[in-house]
């Protein structure tokens, strides 16, 4: 079992640059995919981006490509979403989940492919 716990939202301006951690528990971390989600108020959560296991395979969502980047240090349980040049629209609870089966940068982009959630982070990006 994995517990996740994200940290670094908070209100930001336009532009802004900051970056999302998601400490995970437990000696398996490392065998996981993990994700990013994010659910904007009166939306449905929606896919951000996925590593692999490894950190050597990545994949996002179009809106996000060449301002987001994710990481991630399995020597400290932890991965990272660095969100650069945030746009108002990007306002939003993120999310970090893992998922212990294989990685398939289509089938990752669904919820239920992962098994363990953290209780999110809220993102607010004023313009």
């Known amino acids: 079992q994995v517990q996740l716990v994200e940290s670094g939202g908070g209100l930001v301006q336009a532009g802004g640059s900051p970056r999302l951690s998601c400490a995970g528990s437990?000696?398996?971390?490392?065998?996981?995919?993990m994700g990013w989600f994010r659910q904007a108020p009166g939306k449905e959560r929606e896919f951000v981006a996925v590593v692999n296991w490894s950190g050597g395979s990545t994949y996002y969502i179009d809106s996000v490509k060449g301002r987001f980047t994710l990481s991630r240090d399995n020597a400290k349980n932890t991965v990272y979403l660095q969100m650069n040049n945030l746009h108002p629209s990007d306002t939003a609870i993120y999310y970090c989940?893992?998922?212990?089966?294989?990685?398939?940068?289509?089938?990752?982009?669904?919820?239920?492919?992962?098994?363990?959630w953290g209780q999110g982070t809220q993102v607010t990006v004023s313009s």
């Open positions: 989940a893992a998922d212990g089966g294989s990685f398939d940068y289509i089938r990752n982009q669904r919820p239920g492919k992962y098994a363990y």
């Open positions: 437990g000696r398996s971390f490392s065998t996981y995919n």
